[in-house]
């Protein structure tokens, strides 16, 4: 699944190229400014260590504000103030040990395959809406040559990518640009135990 979507990302970023007028432009302009936005959410950054962030997810934790995602390998911050409480459920990528994409899934608590009013179609306004909050206005409304719509900013070397993954998720990417690795495979956490209990062996 996780390869499977990571090419169908890769599709989405190619369809965005071709937007030249609207996207690459956009990329251009903002990596050309040199301004650097590193802050996620929650107090994460870009380049935070994987041991930082789960000493931080930790805390977190402690305090009340997040809890265990599904299967203990995401992390869950509950979101209020919408038509329906939202459940973010998080992880990041890591490049040489730290920090560079962050992957973020957004869904109503009540969805239910029969509630279609709570689908992950009808968030996207309200998604929408969160992301400009934290990062500004300015997320560009396109589509793959398949038809599927998908919304992107870009922010100095900062890109937000968000897709409907299913009917219950939108899934979004933060990337850092100026910090790509090379295509391998992420390590992943274990089960069983709380993702800032996670920390693999190997560095």
Not at 24 to 44: P, Q
Not at 109 to 134: F, M, R, S
């Amino acid at each position: 699944m996780t390869n499977r979507f990571s090419v169908f990302i890769f599709i989405i970023l190619l369809a965005a190229a071709a937007c030249k007028s609207d996207y690459e432009k956009m990329v251009e302009r903002e990596l050309a400014g040199g301004i650097r936005h590193d802050s996620l959410f929650l107090g994460l950054h870009f380049g935070m260590t994987r041991d930082s962030f789960y000493e931080h997810c930790f805390r977190l934790n402690q305090q009340g504000i997040v809890t265990n995602g599904p299967q203990n390998n995401t992390v869950l911050y509950a979101i209020e103030g919408y038509s329906q409480p939202i459940d973010m459920n998080f992880y990041p990528d890591f490049n040489q040990d730290k920090i560079w994409r962050m992957r973020v899934y957004f869904n109503y608590q009540a969805w239910a395959p029969w509630n279609k009013k709570l689908y992950a179609e009808k968030l996207v306004p309200e998604a929408l809406d969160l992301l400009g909050k934290w990062y500004g206005a300015g997320f560009l409304s396109l589509k793959t040559p398949e038809g599927k719509p998908f919304w992107v900013k870009v922010n100095g070397n900062c890109q937000y990518l968000m897709v409907v993954q299913d009917e219950k998720m939108l899934r979004v990417e933060i990337s850092d640009l100026t910090n790509q690795p090379e295509d391998k495979p992420a390590p992943k956490p274990g089960k069983d135990r709380p993702v800032w209990e996670k920390k693999p062996a190997e560095k």
